[in-house]
């Protein structure tokens, strides 16, 4: 599941990145962070605020320092 979701965060689409960031969001895992982490240099505004959101919703240690 964490492929397919890796493969739509590099969408064209911003809709689709936003999609996936709310997906990660709402459940939670640690195999979610780096997912998120890697959408922060995204180049859609929106998609970068959905990512950082979604890492403080997680409250993990390793979302901390970025």
Do not use: C, F, H, Y
């Amino acid at each position: 599941m964490q492929w397919w979701n890796a493969q739509r965060l590099k969408s064209k689409s911003p809709k689709t990145r936003l999609a996936v960031i709310m997906k990660l969001a709402d459940t939670p895992s640690a195999e979610a962070i780096p997912l998120l982490l890697s959408v922060l240099s995204d180049s859609d505004v929106e998609t970068r605020k959905a990512a950082v959101r979604a890492l403080g919703k997680i409250r993990s240690r390793e979302a901390v320092l970025p």
